[in-house]
């Protein structure tokens, strides 16, 4: 069936542009899809969809060791992303941090901070608490912002113990001296790129798309230095224009861009796991990208719009669940997820969990088996023999029964 015409039973999705050209080549391409997706709800902020529940409510916190601080007060962000991660100003807060939210059953976080004026931040007094809390707390993942790192710095977070190593990529000179307001140079960039993976360290860099004031400008050539060094997985956000601010407007990125730069970052990286992280605009926008991310073969989405686990079932991709930020994709893991979606109306049938709470699902309208596997699919949940994920190891049933 053409996609088009997948997508429009996609209640959800009713309304959105699509545009035929380009899901007729993703279409084409789709015998090198990816058999399975994931979809990642860490717990930077609420989220829950009609497909989605709340899940892992505090499982994968941000902490800014600035607080809402940033010297660099860039065009698209002015340290606003920072205002809603918990603080841990000092070492010794950072330890108290991360005590409280393992207590309340945190399995991971996003570590980050406010930049200086040289797109760095300053870790260095915190590396041994980093350590220390890996080293009490061994099942516990960090991913950490590094921003700019020269190879002392890269070995010193390698030493610390963090799991993942995320960096923004940018190609374009234009955009660091004008949105970034920074005096350094896209070879600082992938400098640091190339510092980071030559550690041991899982690194994940993230490209910004439309950063230049909400037009892609230097993605491009981001994606070529990144093909160069061979990462871990590679994470593409986009530029969300409501914290510019008003004298220096952002523009929302055309999502018929945002889709076949997709699929051409699809063809250049193959085999590195690519994922769709939370940043994005919301609305239709967002629905029209993650679809298009679904399509083009992403091997995940945080935070995925309505209707993205129905989309995928029905194109036969296998979906998963992770209450985690999507830059752990690298680990090969799921942390704990409650089974929140189901079965299709007028159906029912069996399925298990496995080891850590991640569930996997029945890959049709027709009844699973038992101990079946597959993708999500719509519907409402009829039994839970316990809302607790299963322990790493164990398994166990759920039932569910279309509504």
Not at 334 to 355: C, D, N, V
Request: proline fraction near 7%; hydrophobic fraction near 40%.
């Amino acid at each position: 069936m053409n996609w088009l015409d997948v997508t429009a039973q996609v209640e959800p999705l009713e309304g959105i542009a699509l545009d035929a050209a380009l899901v007729g080549e993703m279409q084409r391409r789709s015998p090198a899809l990816a058999a399975g997706i994931d979809f990642y709800t860490p717990s930077f902020k609420a989220y829950a969809t009609s497909e989605i529940t709340a899940c892992g409510r505090n499982a994968w916190p941000a902490v800014s060791i600035t607080g809402p601080d940033c010297k660099l007060q860039c065009d698209h962000c002015k340290g606003k992303i920072l205002h809603n991660m918990i603080p841990a100003r000092s070492p010794a807060d950072l330890w108290h941090v991360a005590n409280r939210q393992i207590e309340r059953g945190a399995r991971g976080m996003l570590l980050t901070g406010g930049s200086n004026h040289l797109n760095e931040v300053e870790y260095d007094p915190y590396y041994s608490t980093i350590r220390r809390i890996k080293d009490a707390f061994p099942q516990f993942r960090i991913a950490l912002h590094t921003a700019l790192v020269d190879r002392d710095t890269a070995q010193c977070m390698e030493e610390s113990g963090i799991d993942a190593a995320m960096m923004d990529v940018i190609g374009a000179q234009e955009t660091i001296t004008q949105v970034y307001h920074l005096k350094r140079n896209v070879d600082d960039f992938e400098r640091t790129l190339e510092n980071l993976v030559a550690t041991r360290l899982k690194v994940v860099p993230h490209i910004v798309l439309g950063l230049h004031y909400g037009r892609l400008l230097g993605e491009r050539q981001a994606l070529e230095m990144i093909r160069r060094h061979k990462p871990s997985a590679v994470v593409l956000v986009v530029a969300m224009p409501f914290y510019a601010p008003s004298h220096r407007p952002f523009g929302v990125p055309d999502s018929l861009e945002v889709g076949h730069f997709f699929l051409d970052a699809r063809a250049a990286l193959p085999d590195v796991p690519l994922l769709l992280g939370c940043a994005r605009p919301a609305g239709q926008a967002k629905a029209e990208i993650d679809a298009y991310a679904v399509m083009a073969g992403l091997n995940g989405i945080a935070h995925p719009a309505d209707g993205m686990g129905e989309l995928a079932a029905r194109l036969g991709r296998n979906a998963r669940i992770a209450s985690a930020c999507c830059s752990m994709a690298a680990d090969g893991e799921l942390l704990a997820a409650p089974s929140p979606l189901m079965y299709p109306k007028g159906h029912k049938g069996e399925g298990w969990g496995e080891g850590g709470g991640a569930w996997k699902y029945a890959p049709s309208p027709q009844p699973s088996p038992t101990r079946g596997e597959g993708a999500i699919v719509k519907g409402a949940c009829f039994e839970l023999p316990s809302p607790q994920p299963f322990p790493a190891g164990g398994e166990g049933v759920f039932r569910g029964r279309g509504e």
